[in-house]
C-alpha cells in the first residue's frame, strides 16, 4: 500500500499530522516541536533554540534555518538570531557546536529572513545593504561570492537546473525602478533586464524551469486616485534576455493574483475591479483563454497543470471554480469555502485543502479537504489554528482517468458536518426596497458578470468630494437616471423646467428663490437710487419704515465714507450726521448740542468713520433695529428666545442713553 498523503497543522496547543486519503487518522507523537520523520513518527533531533518564531527547510531538507527576536547580549551588541543548523539522526543536540550549527547571522527584520537556496542546495544567498551575498551550503563562515548593485532590495533565485538570480532596485533619484537577471557566479553583466517607473515593490516570480520570470510591480500610492492601495503592473522577461514586455490588461482595475502554471507554458492573472476577469496567457505575453467573469481574487494551479482553481478569499463570498485544462477548460464544479484564509493543492492533485485561521477568524478555526469534484471528504474543527499545510512530495506520477470519474467515500467527519449545515430554502440574494420586489433589477444596478455594464473609475478616492482633480465640480449622477448633457442641462434650467413635473416641495422652494431674487432686485434698486441723491440730502421720516433696509444702508454708508476721504466736510451738517439722520426711527430727529443758547457746531468728522459721538450713536441706532425687527418677528407669531427677549428689554435704556446724546423723541 503507497503511503498516505498528509499535512501538518500548528495550534496554540502544540503542532501535529494527519494522515490523509483513505485513513484520515492522525499521527501520535507530536507534542513537542522537534525534528521528524513524519512517515514513521520518530524524532530525528532536537534543537537547543529558544524563543523560535520562524523555521524553514532547504530544498532537500538537509538543513533548517530558524529566526528569533531580535535582541542584544550584555556588552549591548546585536544576537546573531538567525541560524542555520545540519539536520542528521542521532542523538538530541544539547549544545550549538560546530558540527550542528551551520551559520549564524544578523537578521533584524522578519521580511525576508529566510536563505534562498539554488535547486541543489549547492549554493545560498541573502541580501545585505547594496548587495547579495552567496555562500556555498556547506560552509557558511565565508561569503564565497557578492553581488553588488546599489539599491538592491529583494531577489529571488531560479528553481531550474540553470543557476540564476533576479535582482530588484525601487526608483531613485529620479531613476526608473530595474528588475536584472544574472547567471550564478557570472555577476559582471545582467543577461536580462527590464526598467521602468511605478514600482515601490516588486514580486518576482520564476516559472517551474527558471525560464521565464513575471514581475508583479506595486506603488504604495496611487497618483491618478482609482485606488487606495497603489497602482499595479504586470511585465515578463525571458531569463536568457531573448524577450520582455509589459503585461497589457484589457480591464481597468488592480491586479489580484498571478501564478505560474507547473508545465511552465503558460500562467494566469486575475485582475480588474469587480467582477473580476482570469486570462490565461502563453510566454510571449498573449492570451490564450478568458474564463467567465466573477467576483474571484485567487488563482492556483494542481501539481500536474491539468486543473485550475479560481476563487474568491478575503472579503469575498469564498466560492472555488475548478476548470480542466486538458479538456478544453471546462468547468467541473463550484465550491462553497466560506471564511476560509488557506487553500492548497495536494500533491497527488486529486483534493483540496481550505482552512480558516487565526488571526484572522478567531472562530470556527478547522480544516476541509474537497475532492476534485467538489464533494468534502474530511472536516476537523481546531482551537486556535494557526497554520496547517501540505507535506511535500513529489508529482512525477500523472494522473489517471479513473483515479477522478468516481467520487471516493467521505469521512464521517465530513457527513456529520454536512448534516449540521443548513440548507437555505431560497437563495439569498441582495437586500430590495418592497416597492422594488417582484421586478426585474435595473441594469444601472447589476454586476458586469450579470449584464450590467462595466465598472469605470473616476479617479475620486472618496465619493462624498463633489471636486474633481481640477478643482472643477463634478456633475451628480444618479444611477438608473436618464443621462443629461451640459448642454441640455442648462437649457432646461433656462426655461425654469416643467412645473407640471414638479414636486410640491420642489415647486415650493422655486417660488421661495424667485420671491427672494425679487427682493434682491429691490433692494439694489433702492440703494443704488438713494446713492445718486447723495449723502448730504436729508430724508424725511417715513411712517412705515422697513427694519431691512439696513442691507441697501450698508451701501449708502460705504459710499459715503469713500466720498468723505476725498472731499472737505461741512461744519453745520457733516456727511457723517446726514447718514445718521436718513437711519433714524420714524419721529426721531438729530439735535445739535447747545452751549449758552447757540448751537455749538460738531466738529469736523474724519475719514475714518467720524468722531467717537456719532460712532456711538450708530452703534445705539443699530441696536434699536435689531430690536424693532425681534418685535416684527413675534408680532408675525414667531417663537422668540430668552436672549432676544432680554434684548427686547433694553430698549427702553437704549432710547435714554440716546437722549442723554443729544437725541429727541
Known amino acids: 500500500m503507497a503511503a498516505p498523503t498528509q499535512l501538518a497543522y500548528r495550534t496554540s496547543k502544540g503542532i501535529g499530522i494527519i494522515d490523509a486519503s483513505p485513513i484520515y487518522q492522525p499521527m501520535p507523537g507530536f507534542e513537542r516541536v522537534t525534528v521528524i520523520d513524519a512517515s514513521a513518527g520518530h524524532v530525528i533531533s532536537t534543537l537547543p533554540a529558544q524563543n523560535v518564531f520562524e523555521l524553514g527547510f532547504s530544498p532537500y531538507g538537509t538543513f533548517i534555518i530558524t529566526w528569533q527576536r531580535p535582541s542584544k547580549d550584555d556588552k549591548g551588541d546585536a544576537v546573531r538570531n538567525l541560524k542555520v543548523w545540519r539536520v542528521a539522526e542521532g542523538a538530541p543536540i544539547a549544545v550549538e557546536d560546530e558540527r550542528s550549527v551551520v551559520g549564524r547571522f544578523v537578521q533584524k527584520s522578519a521580511t525576508g529572513w529566510n536563505l534562498q537556496y539554488t535547486h541543489d542546495e549547492r549554493f545560498c544567498a541573502r541580501v545585505v545593504t547594496n548587495e547579495v551575498q552567496f555562500y556555498e551550503s556547506r560552509n557558511l563562515a565565508t561569503v564565497w561570492k557578492k553581488l553588488r548593485v546599489e539599491g538592491v532590495t529583494d531577489f529571488a533565485i531560479s528553481p531550474g537546473k540553470n543557476h540564476a538570480i533576479a535582482i530588484f532596485v525601487p526608483e531613485r533619484k529620479g531613476l526608473p ?41 506595486q506603488t504604495e500610492v496611487d497618483k491618478s486616485g482609482k485606488s487606495y492601495y497603489g497602482e499595479t503592473t504586470l511585465y515578463l522577461l525571458c531569463a536568457n534576455g531573448g524577450f520582455d ?16 502554471s507547473p508545465t511552465s507554458k503558460e500562467f494566469g492573472v486575475v485582475y480588474g475591479y469587480m467582477p473580476a476577469k482570469t486570462t490565461l496567457f502563453n510566454t510571449r505575453a498573449n492570451p490564450t483563454h478568458t474564463f467567465p467573469l ?129 440548507t437555505p430554502s431560497k437563495p439569498a440574494g441582495a437586500y430590495r426596497p418592497p416597492g422594488a420586489r417582484g421586478q426585474v433589477t435595473p441594469l444601472a444596478f447589476r454586476r458586469e458578470d450579470e449584464g450590467g455594464a462595466a465598472y469605470v473609475s473616476d479617479g475620486s478616492l472618496s465619493q462624498g468630494i463633489n471636486i474633481s482633480s481640477f478643482g472643477k465640480a463634478r456633475r451628480r449622477e444618479v444611477p438608473g437616471a436618464e443621462t443629461v448633457t451640459e448642454n441640455e442641462g442648462a437649457a432646461a434650467l433656462a426655461a425654469g423646467g416643467d412645473d407640471k413635473n414638479r414636486s410640491k416641495a420642489a415647486a415650493k422652494n422655486k417660488k421661495k428663490r424667485e420671491a427672494k431674487k425679487a427682493k434682491d432686485g429691490a433692494e439694489k434698486a433702492d440703494g443704488s437710487a438713494a446713492m445718486a441723491e447723495g449723502a448730504a440730502v436729508e430724508t424725511a421720516p417715513t411712517p412705515n419704515r422697513n427694519p431691512e433696509r439696513r442691507v441697501g444702508k450698508g451701501h449708502e454708508r460705504n459710499w459715503s465714507r469713500s466720498k468723505a476721504a476725498n472731499q472737505p466736510m461741512s461744519h453745520s451738517m457733516p456727511q457723517d450726521r446726514a447718514q445718521v439722520e436718513q437711519e433714524l426711527p420714524p419721529g426721531q430727529t438729530l439735535r445739535t448740542p447747545t452751549t449758552n443758547g447757540t448751537a455749538k457746531p460738531m466738529p469736523e468728522a ?60
Open 177 to 217: 525602478a530595474a528588475v536584472k537577471v544574472f547567471t550564478v557566479p557570472d555577476f559582471d553583466a545582467p543577461i536580462s533586464q527590464k526598467s521602468f517607473f511605478k514600482g515601490d515593490k516588486v514580486q518576482l516570480k520564476w516559472n517551474k524551469d527558471g525560464t521565464d520570470l513575471i514581475v508583479l510591480a
Open 245 to 260: 514586455s509589459r503585461i497589457h490588461l484589457d480591464k481597468d482595475g488592480p491586479i489580484h493574483d498571478v501564478s505560474w
Open 294 to 422: 466573477g467576483p474571484r481574487n485567487t488563482i492556483l494551479f494542481s501539481p500536474h497543470g491539468r486543473f485550475v482553481l479560481i476563487a474568491g478569499f478575503g472579503n469575498l463570498a469564498g466560492q472555488m471554480d475548478i476548470y480542466d485544462l486538458e479538456r478544453d477548460h471546462t468547468k467541473i464544479c463550484t465550491i462553497e469555502a466560506s471564511n476560509a484564509s488557506v487553500c492548497e493543492w495536494s500533491p497527488d492533485g486529486k483534493y483540496i485543502l481550505t482552512a480558516t485561521t487565526s488571526p484572522r477568524l478567531r472562530v470556527d478555526n478547522g480544516v476541509r479537504i474537497w475532492h476534485v469534484r467538489g464533494g468534502l471528504m474530511y472536516n476537523e474543527d481546531v482551537q486556535e489554528l494557526y497554520h496547517v499545510t501540505w507535506k511535500p512530495r513529489a508529482t512525477t506520477q500523472r494522473l489517471l482517468e479513473d483515479d477522478l470519474d468516481s467520487t471516493p467515500t467521505p469521512h464521517a467527519s465530513a457527513l456529520r458536518y454536512l448534516d449540521k449545515v443548513k
Open 606 to 665: 474724519p475719514a475714518s468713520g467720524g468722531t467717537p459721538h456719532e460712532k456711538k450713536v450708530r452703534a445705539l441706532l443699530k441696536k434699536l433695529r435689531a430690536i424693532d425687527d425681534l418685535k416684527m418677528r413675534r408680532a408675525g407669531g414667531e417663537k422668540l428666545e430668552g436672549t432676544q427677549i432680554k434684548k427686547m428689554n433694553t430698549e427702553g435704556a437704549i432710547r435714554k442713553e440716546l437722549d442723554d446724546l443729544g437725541w429727541n423723541e
